[in-house]
């Protein structure tokens, strides 16, 4: 996630100005909580613990949720931004001209994956697992989650330009990590990712997280993997980054994106790669972010 420091960013800035947030944080790096046991560590109230907690939930850095306990329900705070880049120079933007789209993880336009691998609703699994047939099963574009032991998955982002205007810049926010068979956490994997056949980068993630149960993640869902890394790739006319961190020098202009031409987005987990250790995704109503694959095109 990159962070502006500007003034429209000030509640995300504002929670790392008290030393009780960082010490919420700091606890909640070791494992999930609830507010009275947070009280307990602090040495403070509930109360007081509740409006930090609000505060950390509004920046996006925790989210909580609401479980049943032997007297009512409990509100269990779990950290769930991995990481952030504060940008303290910060373009100047001549316009705001651009358009979102958000695609579920389940509606991709080809792929070629090998087991270990499968796909996964908000309700059921879909086919069967380690049967890479079932990516064609009609079923595929209500996954939730999909995961595979090598390979890619790719993805059409609609082009909306109209006449002279051309693409300065591509941002992709999507949730993924690794994928071992159950889960290991310590599981590297070099993913690489491309637009329009042009390589972005590889970034290499460092696990399949299974220890902590996915905030959004279906109760009913046993088999491993939890969650994964909320991650964001972006290409303008500079160079290509993944969470503010140059990862190639591909610029927007070589990615020869044509007019009326849908842009082609693929993720790959090669079976060649030094670290090959699968990709697992992750859209709403699973994994730690109720988001499917979030992209802005600037214009």
């Given at each position: 996630?990159?962070?502006e ?53 509004e ?81 595929h ?47 590297p ?61 591909r ?19 090669p ?29």
């Amino acid at each position: 996630m990159n962070i502006e420091v500007t003034s429209h960013n000030i509640k995300f800035l504002e929670c790392f100005a008290s030393d009780t947030r960082i010490k919420i944080i700091e606890l909640l790096n070791i494992k999930p909580m609830n507010i009275k046991e947070l009280a307990e560590a602090l040495g403070i109230s509930s109360a007081i613990v509740t409006k930090h907690i609000q505060k950390l939930e509004e920046a996006l850095i925790v989210t909580t949720e609401s479980v049943p306990s032997t007297r009512g329900r409990q509100k269990i705070c779990h950290l769930t931004l991995e990481s952030a880049t504060l940008q303290f120079r910060v373009k100047e933007k001549k316009d705001q001209n651009r358009y979102a789209v958000s695609i579920p993880i389940g509606q991709y336009s080809s792929y070629e994956v090998k087991p270990t691998c499968g796909l996964s609703s908000d309700t059921k699994i879909i086919g069967m697992v380690d049967d890479p047939r079932y990516f064609s099963d009609p079923e595929h574009v209500k996954a939730c989650h999909l995961w595979f032991g090598s390979g890619y998955i790719e993805y059409r982002i609609p082009n909306y330009l109209v006449g002279k205007q051309s693409v300065r810049s591509i941002s992709i926010s999507l949730e993924i990590c690794s994928e071992a068979p159950h889960y290991n956490e310590n599981w590297p994997s070099d993913l690489s990712f491309y637009l329009n056949d042009s390589c972005l980068g590889v970034w290499t993630c460092p696990g399949d997280f299974g220890a902590v149960k996915g905030v959004y993640t279906p109760a009913w869902w046993e088999l491993g993997t939890q969650h994964g890394l909320l991650k964001q790739i972006t290409v303008d006319s500079e160079g290509s980054y993944i969470d503010g961190i140059r990862m190639s020098d591909r610029t927007v202009e070589d990615l020869a994106i044509g007019y009326g031409e849908d842009i082609r987005f693929r993720i790959c987990a090669p079976e060649t790669a030094t670290h090959s250790g699968g990709l697992s995704m992750f859209g709403k109503q699973f994994g730690n972010y109720d988001q499917d694959i979030q992209v802005y095109v600037a214009y």
